[in-house]
């Protein structure tokens, strides 16, 4: 099929069939080149490029060249995109010789360069997607920072992610971008190109870690966007100052806190927690759980049906451990840059798999100025409206 397709490409640019005469010559039939292996599925063809000679100038400077399969062309377009993916899912770039080779042919191109210069049309989707306009409204913000061995530097690559939740309660990757260890120029930088590409309204919740140049950044670009810090990393901060001995129990205890069903529970049991803490001579772990309280109860002014969101930073998390996966398998990336891309198409491709926040009609009662008090509407503060 593929060679009668250049046998037709030829009859159409010259006017006429095999063996047909016209008055208007286009050219000559000069034979074929010499086969060539096209790698096209999972397999490999050969074919034979038809030649055509004395093309006048006036018809086509260049000469007849073939639509279908372009000067050099080794492989189908599917196919290449079908080894890219394959990259994306953790294959390394030296194992294609030997996986594919009986399947593509002894001639087909396969070295580990040849599959690595695939990826260099990521560079340009990525550069489109993060001009791209953002519509609509945001109500959270997932923010963090993925660390990877990257480049000839010492220090680690800082991949800044950003994830929206819109007012449908859908999760969207917004941003994506390097950044020199989450500093608050850098989350300043990020969050700024959120509002030039039309986030005008400040989300009403940003979820992240510890990392105080987020929280900077937030108070600088979008000031009236509330805090929520990460239960599971304040968890792990108190743990790291506890003895082994005690950590699993105060591990339960921390789980159990973290889900009280309201603020004022909440705070008894951490005030129990921090007395017994302080009389088995623990005050820095005490001290540490105490720590910038208000931004770990937040959650509680939210719907009751989102904390399971919202409390910690999981969402962002679960991508995260997808994408260390594979580039964990990949050692050193070498390219700074590369990884920026590579990760970027992770994400993208992992974001088929992200599920809706629960309850996503409470967004809109957020968003018309509703209240919510230990995860129920308030009446009261809402001005006397009633949730349908």
């Not at 819109?166 to 020199?180: C, F, N, V």
């Not at 208000?294 to 930073?313: G, K, L, M, N």
């Amino acid at each position: 099929m593929l060679q009668a397709v250049h046998e037709e490409e030829v009859d159409e640019f010259l006017g006429r069939r095999r063996y047909q005469r016209m008055d208007e010559r286009r050219g000559y039939r000069n034979g074929h080149l010499p086969k060539r292996t096209i790698g096209v599925g999972m397999g490999a063809v050969e074919v034979r490029l038809p030649r055509v000679s004395d093309v006048p100038q006036e018809v086509s400077p260049d000469g007849f060249h073939s639509q279908t399969v372009s000067r050099y062309q080794r492989r189908s377009r599917t196919q290449a995109r079908l080894l890219v993916r394959l990259y994306l899912e953790g294959l390394a770039s030296g194992d294609f010789e030997t996986v594919f080779r009986s399947l593509v042919g002894q001639t087909a191109a396969l070295s580990p360069n040849s599959i690595l210069r695939l990826k260099e049309e990521w560079q340009q989707e990525y550069a489109t997607w993060k001009k791209r306009p953002l519509r609509g409204r945001y109500v959270y913000l997932f923010a963090d920072g993925l660390y990877l061995k990257a480049g000839g530097e010492r220090d680690k690559t800082a991949v800044l992610v950003v994830l929206g939740v819109d007012e449908h309660g859908h999760k969207e990757l917004l941003a994506m971008d390097q950044g020199y260890r989450e500093s608050t120029v850098a989350w300043a930088e990020v969050l700024r190109s959120l509002k030039e590409r039309g986030i005008k309204e400040a989300p009403l919740l940003a979820i992240g870690d510890g990392a105080l140049g987020l929280w900077a950044a937030l108070d600088e670009v979008f000031p009236t966007t509330r805090h929520q810090r990460c239960w599971n990393h304040r968890a792990l901060n108190v743990l790291d100052k506890l003895p082994k001995r005690l950590q699993p129990d105060v591990r339960k205890q921390l789980h159990v806190l973290a889900e009280a069903p309201d603020r004022q529970e909440c705070e008894r049991r951490r005030d129990a927690l921090c007395a017994r803490l302080r009389t088995q001579g623990q005050e820095p772990a005490a001290a540490c759980l105490e720590r910038d309280w208000e931004d770990f109860v937040t959650f509680y002014d939210f719907p009751q049906e989102h904390w399971i969101h919202v409390r910690t930073s999981n969402p962002i998390e679960s991508i995260f451990s997808g994408v260390r996966l594979r580039t964990n398998a990949s050692k050193r990336l070498q390219v700074r840059e590369n990884a920026l891309y590579m990760v970027f198409k992770l994400v993208l491709r992992l974001s088929l798999n992200w599920r809706g926040i629960n309850a996503p009609n409470q967004l809109q009662l957020l968003l018309t100025g509703h209240h919510f008090h230990d995860g129920q509407l308030d009446l009261e503060l809402s001005g006397g409206h009633a949730a349908a």
